[in-house]
């Protein structure tokens, strides 16, 4: 079975400053990942997603994610946060063929002024 | 193109009382999700079709949640009798067939008095 641990549940950033929120999976077969986001009373979103390939993806917005099989992490980050990032931010894993994702608890950003 | 459609939004029931959420997949999508998210928690899977058939539907606690896909369309989710634990917002997504990227609709609220 997978799981998804986020290793922060809340990161309080100044406006303007980078971030990095981490994400560490645990799973026996190769897997797939996804970062997604959920504004306050909103479903998720769909921010970066690794399924193959080079290691590192990028967003839109200057948000990337880079994928680590080694040290089993896919950490999310962003060199120069806005106000507007501030949301609820969740890590998946998948097995292929499974089509069946475990979600991590979710990391609060907090961007301060 | 539309995303996933939900409805309602947000309802507020008294325990016992029975309730059904609705869910519109995007166009095309034969897999169709539904997650609960308790407060502060990841999303969870309950049930996943295909088409519509449930191919796992594991944890879906079957004595008082029930699902339907009849046309392999939109989906119906229904809780009898409804407990004051299954205060949560109930999120719906959908995929293509053998694809991993899911996508997530505005999800419901439910609150049970």
């Known amino acids: 079975a997978q799981s998804v641990t986020q290793l922060d549940s809340q990161v309080p950033v100044f406006e303007e400053a980078p971030v990095e929120l981490r994400c560490n999976y645990s799973s026996s077969v190769s897997v797939y990942l996804f970062w997604y986001v959920q504004y306050p009373n909103q479903g998720l979103q769909l921010l970066l997603k690794?399924?193959?390939?080079?290691?590192l993806v990028k967003g839109i917005n200057g948000f990337e994610a880079e994928f680590n099989k080694s040290q089993t992490s896919f950490h999310f980050r962003k060199p120069s946060v806005h106000i507007s990032d501030t949301a609820e931010y969740f890590c998946a894993v998948g097995t292929y063929g499974a089509q069946k994702l475990v979600f991590g608890q979710g990391t609060r950003l907090t961007i301060n002024p | 193109e539309a995303g996933v459609v939900q409805s309602p939004r947000y309802k507020i029931i008294e325990k016992k009382q029975p309730v059904a959420f609705w869910c519109n997949p995007i166009?095309?999508?034969?897999?169709l999700y539904w997650y609960l998210q308790n407060l502060g928690q990841g999303p969870e899977l309950l049930i996943r079709?295909?088409?519509?058939?449930?191919?796992?539907d594991s944890q879906l606690p079957k004595d008082r949640f029930s699902a339907e896909r009849l046309k392999g369309v939109d989906s119906t989710l229904k809780i009898q009798p409804a407990e004051l634990g299954d205060s949560a917002v109930y999120l719906c997504a959908s995929s293509l067939s053998g694809q991993e990227t899911q996508y997530f609709g505005p999800g419901t609220r439910l609150l049970v008095l």
């Open positions: 690794y399924l193959s390939g080079s290691t």
């Open positions: 166009s095309g999508h034969n897999t």
């Open positions: 079709y295909e088409n519509e058939e449930a191919v796992d």
